[in-house]
Nanobody
Framework: QVQLVESGGGLVQTGGSLRLSCAAS????????MGWYRQAPGKQRELVAA???????NYADSVKGRFTISRDNAKNTVFLQMDSLKPEDTAVYYC??????????WGQGTQLTVSS
């Protein structure tokens, strides 16, 4: 029922910036948590950043100070502003939401490639 559509991935040089967006649609009007995960080939999917409905945020240590997560609750949209990008940020980035009843939904993923 819930659909998450990511956009904003692409190719960027080291030190560059990019913003990911994830628009949620369907029968659920709000989410307890919205966030971003990423997965590189052969690696575990890892949490990048998450934000609660009240605006509390958590970041992976590797992205603190470089990435900023935000959400527009009225539009059920979550953003990830990525600055000072590094090659190790290269991965498929997945939007994730958790409902108030702890159901999880995932987007299809968007590729970010950071070149040296």
């Amino acid at each position: 029922q819930v659909q998450l559509v990511e956009s904003g991935g692409g190719l960027v040089q080291t030190g560059g910036s990019l913003r990911l967006s994830c628009a949620a649609s369907g029968g659920i009007s709000s989410f307890k948590v919205m966030g971003w995960y990423r997965q590189a080939p052969g690696k575990q999917r890892e949490l990048v950043a998450a934000i609660t409905s009240g605006g509390s945020t958590n970041y992976a240590d590797s992205v603190k100070g470089r990435f900023t997560i935000s959400r527009d609750n009225a539009k059920n949209t979550v953003f990830l502003q990525m600055d000072s990008l590094k090659p190790e940020d290269t991965a498929v980035y997945y939007c994730h939401v958790m409902t108030w009843s702890f159901y999880n939904f995932w987007g299809q993923g968007t590729q970010l490639t950071v070149s040296s």
